[in-house]
């Protein structure tokens, strides 16, 4: 199948409040325009230097979505364009993410990355420590970011009871989150072979690549 119809197959089947973001990391600019040209408009990535190459070749009607884990030094080349980056995982890089979206007169929308997942090396706050950050005097004062809610990263595995765990314990948190903070309205869970599931446990985002350009 080409980009377009499986961009369309994801399409139809999930609902229309569900904002698919289209993830294109290792992939070409001609790729890219297959899938602009089938309608689609967010596209994510998992470096910053890839997506700035990308952004200057491509349509500016674009939404970037930075998706990848962040190196704080990195920012400052995204925050003129970046739509909305899913993995802020350290305090110290939203007060990055801050100052540089002071220069460009910018409101940058984040979600704050949650470790949901059981191996080690993914990354992402707990509970514990989102709730101090929002409580965090220093985080209420940052002017020119905004979190907009929360981003998580399932097990990589076979058992689909784990995943629905994972995605249901990262929802109900979200859920409590948004009755005290309203601007909470972004749940980024799901990639191409979980984002079914996802979507069945309340999110709102899914990051999908391979099932619409193919293994990388
Ligand atoms: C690569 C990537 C995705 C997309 O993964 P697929 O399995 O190709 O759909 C989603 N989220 C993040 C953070 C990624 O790095």
Redesign the pocket.
């Known amino acids: 199948m080409s980009i377009a119809e499986n961009l369309q197959q994801i399409k139809n089947s999930i609902p229309l409040t569900v904002t698919l973001v289209a993830?294109t990391?290792t992939k070409s600019v001609t790729e890219i325009m297959e899938a602009y040209d089938a309608g689609q408009r967010d596209f994510?990535e998992?470096k910053i230097q890839e997506m700035v190459a990308k952004y200057e070749l491509l349509p500016k009607d674009i939404c970037w979505h930075m998706?990848?884990h962040l190196q704080s030094n990195k920012v400052k080349y995204m925050a003129e364009f970046v739509h909305l980056v899913?993995?802020v995982d350290k305090f110290k890089t939203l007060v990055e993410i801050n100052k540089q979206a002071q220069k460009y007169n910018r409101i940058i929308n984040c979600l704050l990355q949650v470790h949901i997942a059981k191996e080690e090396t993914k990354f992402g706050f707990s509970f514990d420590e989102i709730t101090a950050i929002l409580n965090n005097q220093e985080y209420q004062s940052l002017q020119n970011v905004k979190v907009i809610g929360l981003m998580g990263?399932a097990t990589f595995t076979e058992d689909e009871t784990q995943i629905q765990a994972e995605f249901h314990l990262l929802s109900q948190y979200f859920q409590t989150l948004k009755v005290k903070y309203p601007q909470f309205t972004t749940l980024s869970m799901g990639?191409?072979?979980d984002y079914s599931i996802a979507i069945m446990e309340g999110s709102t985002v899914i990051?999908?690549?391979?099932?619409i350009f193919g293994r990388?």
């Not at 990051?207 to 099932?211: E, T």
């Open positions: 993830v990391k994510g998992n998706i990848g899913h993995g990263m990639m191409s072979s990051r999908v690549g391979s099932a990388r």
